[in-house]
């Protein structure tokens, strides 16, 4: 190391001069000039999460098709550093293997690999900085550019899954003050229309889960006008009604199919939820170590025409409690054989990000990897304002 500290003021702004697709060299270069640190590379998961997709952005690391390499994630390192959120380290001859997490606000964008010849505790800090930043900048980036898309497709992709991806929030996770956030989408082989949204504004966490009838290119364009007039009606204001109202409308006026749904309004200082259920299954509520489904009253699916409005049911979130949405892609054929109750109870020390991918690992294990229907599960941990119960994943 030459002495000096790694000045993340100086990284950010060389990112914010470089082109988005050199961004991530910026700060190889600066981990190489400060750290003397070497085979420095930028891993992702791809679509499905199954893989890593490794980013040659520095000498030392031979790459293949272009740049490109994938790891299989489960077992190895990579996956232990995602699921801790901490540095791992291991000798590599008289050098230090390094790989950091690169997180933001709970979202994992990936891993930062590399080889350093010291790794005392002020490096170690200034590396785990040094991906933190990392994480800012690709988030930034790859609004810009398509090198992180096409990378994390391992597989070919269809039209319908294309529409499906693009529906998606950008980032599968969020932490807050209040609340921690996961949700995971597995595809069936032939798309069946489901997505899964939230937003955040001053007051209150909005969540949508829906499932469009249908498959493929036919489910994905129902998606789409729903999920534009979900959010068309949320950043217009409209309460949860008006929402449910103008997604039904949607469907009605500009298609022939129908959706299920539920639409959630979380009070980010009471923890109260307003919740419109749209023919969709019921979630889970996880309070101290018991698991209850919840008895919710229905409406019509959106695009089916009802004479009864939309009905508004209530909720209080309690610090500690988990909240689960899904699709009946969790339930249906040979889904129905995972022991749901169970898997959420076991899996409450765990993150949710990490407790979604048990859950929809689970389904696509039991259906044999060959879905009949999408998969998708949300999962909201309530901490509450000033969020003392919070745990340490």
């Known amino acids: 190391m030459d002495g000096e500290d790694l000045r993340l003021g100086d990284v950010l702004a060389e990112a914010a001069s470089a082109s988005p697709v050199e961004s991530v060299d910026v700060v190889a270069r600066h981990l190489q000039k400060r750290f003397h640190a070497v085979c420095v590379s930028f891993l992702f998961a791809d679509l499905i999460g199954e893989t890593l997709v490794r980013l040659a952005i520095a000498d030392g690391v031979e790459a293949e098709e272009e740049g490109i390499t994938r790891i299989v994630l489960r077992g190895s390192v990579y996956e232990k550093v995602l699921l801790s959120q901490r540095l791992h380290v291991e000798p590599d001859g008289e050098a230090r293997r390094v790989v950091a997490p690169v997180t933001n606000r709970g979202d994992c964008v990936g891993v930062l690999e590399m080889t350093l010849p010291d790794t005392d505790e002020t490096v170690l800090r200034q590396v785990h900085e040094a991906a933190r930043a990392l994480a800012y900048i690709i988030v930034t980036d790859r609004r810009f550019t398509d090198l992180y898309h096409c990378g994390r497709r391992t597989t ?110 979380v009070g980010l200082e ?124």
């Open 270 to 393: 009471s923890g109260g939820v307003q919740l419109v259920n749209a023919g969709h299954p019921r979630p889970f509520l996880l309070r101290d170590g018991t698991v209850e489904e919840l008895a919710l009253s229905v409406n019509l699916p959106f695009g089916v025409p009802s004479p009864r409005p939309y009905r508004v049911q209530h909720l209080d979130l309690r610090p500690g409690d988990r909240l689960i949405l899904l699709t009946d892609g969790m339930q249906d054929r040979a889904a129905a054989g995972v022991d749901l109750a169970a898997l959420i109870r076991d899996t409450r020390p765990h993150h949710p990000r990490e407790a979604v991918a048990t859950l929809v690992g689970s389904v696509r294990a039991a259906c044999q990897d060959r879905l009949p229907d999408d998969a998708t599960v949300l999962c909201l941990d309530w901490y509450g304002p000033g969020a003392t119960g919070r745990p340490s994943w």
């Open 156 to 265: 070919p992709t269809s039209l319908a899954a294309e529409i499906q991806h693009n529906l998606l929030p950008s980032a599968s996770c969020c932490d807050a003050e209040q609340f921690s956030l996961a949700g995971g989408l597995v595809p069936a082989d032939d798309i069946g229309g489901d997505t899964y949204d939230y937003a955040l504004d001053r007051e209150t966490l909005h969540l949508s889960i829906t499932d469009a009838m249908g498959h493929d290119t036919e489910s994905a364009l129902l998606a789409t006008l729903l999920v534009g007039a979900l959010r068309g009606a949320r950043r217009a204001g409209c309460d949860i009604v008006e929402q449910a109202d103008r997604a039904h409308r949607a469907l009605v006026e500009h298609a022939s199919g129908i959706a299920t749904g539920q639409l959630l309004r």
